[in-house]
C-alpha cells in the first residue's frame, strides 16, 4: 500500500470549467471562474470585503503595504509559521518579532505578546496553527489598547471558526490558501479578506497593480490610470477553474477530512493514555480539517517512527523549521523559544486527504501500534 501525505482528490468538473473557459475567449476577459468563486465565498464571509489572490503569501504583500510597513517598524509573530508570515513585511524593512508559542494550542503566546510590545509595534500576525483558532477576543482587544492592526494569517483556516464567525474574517485583515498542500485547492491561489472598511479602497488600487481599475469598473470613472503603487496579485483563470470545483464540494470535502482526523484520533487515544505521544485536544478536533498530527515525545522518536511508516507506504511529514532558529530569521538577533523548538522537533504530520477511506486509516494506525511492539 502506498499511502500519499496529500491528495488533491479526483473530479470531472476541472476539465469540463477548463474547456468552458478555452471555448470562449470572453470568459477568460470577464473572469468568469474568479466572479463565480467570489460569489461563493462572499455568502461564506457576507461581512468582508474579499479578493481572490495568487496566493497567501501574495495577500500578505497587500497588507504590509497597505499598513505602510517600513523600516524601524515592528509586527509580533510565532515564529512556528511558514516564512511568508514574516516576509511580507520583513521585505518592507520591518523587524519581526518571534515570540513563542502555547505547547498545547501551538498558536501564539498571548502573555508574551504583551511582553514584546514596544512603540515600535504595528501589527500582531495571528496564525492558526493547523486552522484551529488563536484567543481573537483577548488578541483583539490587546490590540485595541495598543492601537495595533490584527492580522490573521488563516492560511490552513478555510472552514474552520472562531465562535461560530470564519476565520480570516475577524481580524482587521486576514489571509487564506488555497495552495495544493492545503484543503481546499486551486492549486495555487488564495484569498484577502479585508474587514477594516477604512482600508477597501486602497487594497482595490494596490490588487490591481496600482490603478484605479474598480473605479472604472464601477462607471465612476472614463478610464483607469496609475494612482498608486501595486503588482498582479490576481489570482489567474485556470486555477480559478480549478477552485470553483472545489468551492461547489466544499462541505463534502471538509467533512471528509473532518471524518478522517475523528478515526485517528478514535483509533489513536488508546496510544496517547499509554503516554506514546499527545493528540491534539478534544475541543480542537470538532473543528478539525487541515491536518492531524502527534506530537511525540522526542525528535529521535518522532524521525524513527516517520522512517518506519515510510517503510511500509506510509507518507508524513514534520512541519516548520522555527523562523528565529533559521538562516534569515538569526539575523533578526537571538530569542530563546523553547516551545517552538521543542514542537518543531516532535510534531508528526498523518496523511490527510479525501481519498482516505477508513481501511486506509486502519492500515495507518496499526501501523503506528506496531511500530512500538516491535
Ligand atoms: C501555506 C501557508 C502560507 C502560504 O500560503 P500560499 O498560498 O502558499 O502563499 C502562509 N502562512 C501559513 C501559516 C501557511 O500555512
Avoid at 499511502?3 to 470562449?24: M, P
Avoid at 509573530?77 to 514574516?86: K, L, N, Q, Y
Avoid at 524593512?93 to 510590545?117: H, M, R, S, Y
Avoid at 486555477?239 to 461547489?248: C, F, G, I, K, R
Amino acid at each position: 500500500m502506498k499511502i500519499l501525505f496529500n491528495n488533491i482528490g479526483k473530479s470531472t468538473n476541472y476539465l469540463k470549467n477548463i474547456e468552458l473557459l478555452y471555448s470562449n475567449y470572453t470568459n477568460f476577459r470577464k473572469k468568469h471562474f474568479s466572479n463565480l468563486c467570489l460569489a461563493h465565498l462572499q455568502k461564506m464571509y457576507p461581512t468582508s470585503k474579499l479578493m481572490l489572490t495568487h496566493s497567501a503569501t501574495g495577500g500578505l504583500e497587500i497588507i504590509a503595504e497597505l499598513l505602510h510597513i517600513q523600516k524601524g517598524d515592528e509586527v509580533i509573530m510565532p515564529s512556528f509559521t511558514f516564512v511568508s508570515t514574516a516576509n511580507a513585511f520583513v521585505s518592507k524593512g520591518a523587524t519581526p518579532i518571534f515570540v513563542d508559542i502555547d505547547k498545547n494550542t501551538l498558536n501564539i503566546d498571548i502573555q508574551q505578546i504583551e511582553e514584546n510590545i514596544s512603540h515600535k509595534t504595528k501589527a500582531i500576525v495571528a496564525m492558526h496553527y493547523g486552522g484551529h483558532p488563536c484567543d481573537l477576543k483577548q488578541l483583539r482587544a490587546l490590540c485595541d489598547k495598543h492601537h495595533l492592526f490584527l492580522i490573521e494569517d488563516a492560511a490552513m483556516g478555510f472552514g474552520n471558526h472562531y465562535n461560530n464567525q470564519s476565520l480570516g474574517s475577524i481580524g482587521d485583515f486576514g489571509v487564506i490558501s488555497f495552495d495544493i498542500t492545503k484543503q481546499i485547492s486551486a492549486v495555487q491561489g488564495g484569498l484577502l479578506l479585508i474587514n477594516n472598511p477604512d482600508y477597501v479602497k486602497r487594497a482595490g488600487y494596490i490588487y490591481h497593480i496600482g490603478t484605479n481599475r474598480e473605479d472604472f469598473m464601477e462607471g465612476n470613472v472614463p478610464y483607469y490610470e496609475w494612482v498608486d503603487v501595486g503588482s498582479k496579485y490576481q489570482l489567474n483563470e485556470l486555477n480559478a477553474a480549478v477552485l470553483l470545483d472545489q468551492l461547489e464540494r466544499y462541505p463534502e470535502i471538509i467533512a471528509h477530512r473532518n471524518i478522517v482526523s475523528k478515526l485517528y484520533h478514535y483509533y489513536l487515544k488508546p496510544l496517547e493514555l499509554q503516554g506514546k505521544f499527545r493528540l491534539m485536544s478534544d475541543a480542537n478536533l470538532e473543528n478539525n480539517c487541515h491536518e492531524y498530527y502527534l506530537i511525540l515525545n522526542d525528535q529521535f522518536e518522532r524521525d524513527n517512527l516517520s522512517k518506519y511508516l515510510y517503510n511500509y507506504g506510509i507518507e508524513t511529514m514534520f512541519h516548520y523549521i522555527p523562523l528565529h532558529n533559521s538562516a534569515k530569521g538569526r539575523s533578526f538577533g537571538h530569542r530563546e523559544l523553547p516551545n517552538t523548538i521543542e514542537i518543531s522537533e516532535t510534531l508528526l504530520r498523518l496523511p490527510m486527504h479525501t481519498e482516505l477511506g477508513e481501511t486506509h486509516i486502519q492500515y495507518i494506525v496499526n501501523k503506528i501500534k506496531s511500530y512500538w511492539e516491535e
